[in-house]
C-alpha cells in the first residue's frame, strides 16, 4: 500500500533520507500539528505521506518489518566474532576453556526450557534486553542525543554524576540493576522488556538518535513506561515510577513521556511479527554470548503438561478440519479438504 518504488528499480538504487538533527526532527513533528488557518482544524498529516519504500522501510525501520534485521543483532557482531576468535585461539594453544555449563540432552535425560515466546522467562529476557542495550551503548556510532533524555540536566537521584560519567560507557550489570530494579518494583512482565526495547530501537531509528552515557537511563525509562501502558492491562501510572525513583517529579515524567510519543509519531503498534522476531534473536544474542536459558530436566509432570497442550491443539485442529468440511472451499482455503480413495474394478 502506497508503495511508490516498480520493480524496474534494485534496492541498490534506492534514494536515500537525508540525515537531520533530532531537534529539527523534533521541530518538525511540533510545527505539523499547528493550526494551519483560523477556522481550521490542527493539521494531521495523512499516513500515506509518510510512508516510505520498503526497501527503505526494510533497512531503516526494523522495529516495524518482520523481514528487517534487528539493530542491535547486528550491533553484536562484532564482538561474537572476536570472542569467537579468541576461543579458538585458545582451542588451538591447548588452553582448558573450563567448566562446560551448557546441559545437553541425552538417551536417559532430555532438557527442556519453559522459556517460549508466548511466556518468556523474566529474568533471562531481562538479562538479553539489557545485553542489547549495551551493545547499543557500546558500538554506537556518534552522541546524538536530546536534551529531555540528558542526565545530566534532569538527573534521576540527588546523587552528583562523576566528572566521566557521560564519556564512560556503563558495564552490563550495572544496566542489569537498573531495569530489574524497575521491574521489580512495578511487577513488570517479561513481554513488556521485549516490546520495551521494540520502542527503544524505533526511538533511535525515527529520531536519528544515539543511546550513549549520558541519557541511556532515561531513554530506557521512557520506554518502560510507554511499553508497561501499551502492554499490560494493568498499567504503572507516572507517579508510581515517582515512587520509585524519587527525585524525579511527575511533570518531567509527563514531559518525557509526551517527546517520546512525538518523536515516535505516535506509533506504538507492534505487530505479533516484529514481537517474534525480537524475542528469536535475542535468543540469537543470548547463545552467541553464552547466556544460557534456565533448563529443566523433563519429568513425569512436565511430560503429562506438554502431552496436554498436544491434545488440545491436536483438538482445535480437527474441529477446524470439520468445520470446514461443512462448508464450501474456496481456492484460499483448502484447508481439511478431505479426498476420498479411488475404487478400481
Same mark, same amino acid.
Given at each position: 500500500?502506497?508503495?511508490?518504488?516498480?520493480?524496474?528499480?534494485?534496492?541498490?538504487?534506492?534514494?536515500?533520507?537525508?540525515? =537531520?538533527?533530532?531537534? #529539527?526532527?523534533?521541530?518538525?513533528?511540533?510545527?505539523?500539528?499547528?493550526?494551519?488557518?483560523?477556522?481550521?482544524?490542527?493539521?494531521?498529516?495523512?499516513?500515506?505521506?509518510?510512508?516510505?519504500?520498503?526497501?527503505?522501510?526494510?533497512?531503516?525501520?526494523?522495529?516495524?518489518?518482520? =523481514?528487517?534485521?534487528?539493530?542491535?543483532? !547486528?550491533?553484536?557482531?562484532?564482538?561474537?566474532?572476536?570472542?569467537?576468535?579468541?576461543?579458538?585461539?585458545?582451542?588451538?594453544?591447548?588452553?582448558?576453556?573450563?567448566?562446560?555449563?551448557?546441559?545437553?540432552?541425552?538417551?536417559?535425560?532430555?532438557?527442556?526450557?519453559?522459556?517460549?515466546v508466548s511466556q518468556p522467562n523474566l529474568k533471562s529476557t531481562i538479562k538479553c534486553v539489557t545485553l542489547a542495550? !549495551?551493545?547499543?551503548?557500546?558500538?554506537?556510532?556518534?552522541?546524538?542525543?536530546?536534551?529531555?533524555?540528558?542526565?545530566?540536566?534532569?538527573?534521576?537521584?540527588?546523587?552528583?554524576?562523576?566528572?566521566?560519567?557521560?564519556?564512560?560507557?556503563?558495564?552490563?550489570?550495572?544496566?542489569?540493576?537498573?531495569?530489574?530494579?524497575?521491574?521489580?518494583?512495578?511487577?513488570?512482565?517479561?513481554?513488556?522488556?521485549?516490546?520495551?526495547?521494540?520502542?527503544?530501537? =524505533?526511538?533511535?531509528? !525515527?529520531?536519528? *538518535?544515539?543511546?550513549?552515557?549520558?541519557?541511556?537511563? =532515561?531513554?530506557?525509562?521512557?520506554?518502560?513506561? *510507554?511499553?508497561? $501502558?501499551?502492554?499490560?492491562?494493568?498499567?504503572?501510572?507516572?507517579?508510581?515510577?515517582?515512587?520509585?525513583? $524519587?527525585?524525579?517529579?511527575? #511533570?518531567?515524567?509527563?514531559?518525557?513521556?509526551?517527546?517520546?510519543?512525538?518523536? *515516535?509519531?505516535?506509533?506504538?503498534?507492534?505487530?505479533?511479527?516484529?514481537?517474534?522476531?525480537?524475542?528469536?534473536?535475542?535468543?540469537?544474542?543470548? &547463545?552467541?554470548?553464552?547466556?544460557?536459558?534456565?533448563?529443566?530436566?523433563? &519429568?513425569?509432570?512436565?511430560? $503429562?503438561?506438554?502431552?496436554?497442550?498436544?491434545?488440545?491443539?491436536? &483438538?482445535?485442529?480437527?474441529?477446524?478440519?470439520?468445520?470446514?468440511?461443512?462448508?464450501?472451499?474456496?481456492? &484460499?482455503?483448502?484447508?481439511?479438504?478431505?479426498?476420498?480413495?479411488?475404487?478400481?474394478?
Amino acid at each position: 500500500m502506497g508503495n511508490t518504488v516498480t520493480c524496474c528499480i534494485s534496492p541498490e538504487s534506492s534514494p536515500k533520507l537525508p540525515s =537531520r538533527q533530532p531537534a #529539527e526532527r523534533l521541530e518538525e513533528l511540533e510545527t505539523s500539528t499547528e493550526v494551519s488557518d483560523d477556522n481550521t482544524l490542527p493539521y494531521l498529516q495523512h499516513i500515506s505521506d509518510r510512508e516510505v519504500p520498503d526497501e527503505l522501510a526494510f533497512e531503516s525501520n526494523p522495529s516495524d518489518h518482520a =523481514r528487517a534485521s534487528t539493530i542491535f543483532l !547486528y550491533k553484536s557482531q562484532t564482538d561474537v566474532r572476536d570472542k569467537r576468535k579468541s576461543n579458538h585461539i585458545n582451542h588451538i594453544s591447548h588452553v582448558s576453556p573450563g567448566q562446560l555449563s551448557k546441559k545437553y540432552s541425552s538417551c536417559s535425560t532430555i532438557f527442556i526450557d519453559d522459556n517460549t515466546v508466548s511466556q518468556p522467562n523474566l529474568k533471562s529476557t531481562i538479562k538479553c534486553v539489557t545485553l542489547a542495550i !549495551y551493545y547499543h551503548i557500546k558500538n554506537r556510532d556518534s552522541d546524538r542525543s536530546l536534551d529531555i533524555f540528558d542526565e545530566e540536566l534532569h538527573p534521576l537521584s540527588k546523587e552528583p554524576l562523576p566528572g566521566d560519567y557521560s564519556r564512560v560507557d556503563p558495564e552490563h550489570k550495572v544496566i542489569y540493576r537498573f531495569v530489574r530494579m524497575l521491574f521489580s518494583a512495578a511487577q513488570l512482565t517479561a513481554e513488556c522488556a521485549i516490546v520495551t526495547l521494540v520502542y527503544l530501537e =524505533r526511538l533511535l531509528t !525515527y529520531a536519528e *538518535l544515539d543511546i550513549c552515557p549520558c541519557n541511556w537511563k =532515561r531513554i530506557v525509562l521512557g520506554a518502560i513506561l *510507554l511499553a508497561s $501502558k501499551v502492554w499490560d492491562d494493568q498499567a504503572v501510572w507516572n507517579v508510581d515510577y515517582c515512587q520509585i525513583l $524519587k527525585e524525579i517529579t511527575v #511533570e518531567d515524567m509527563n514531559e518525557m513521556e509526551r517527546q517520546f510519543l512525538e518523536l *515516535l509519531q505516535f506509533n506504538i503498534n507492534v505487530p505479533a511479527s516484529v514481537y517474534a522476531k525480537y524475542y528469536f534473536d535475542l535468543r540469537q544474542l543470548a &547463545d552467541d554470548n553464552n547466556l544460557s536459558f534456565p533448563l529443566e530436566p523433563l &519429568d513425569n509432570q512436565r511430560a $503429562k503438561k506438554l502431552e496436554a497442550i498436544s491434545r488440545l491443539c491436536e &483438538d482445535k485442529y480437527k474441529d477446524l478440519c470439520k468445520a470446514s468440511m461443512r462448508r464450501s472451499c474456496s481456492a &484460499d482455503n483448502l484447508i481439511g479438504v478431505r479426498h476420498t480413495n479411488a475404487v478400481l474394478s
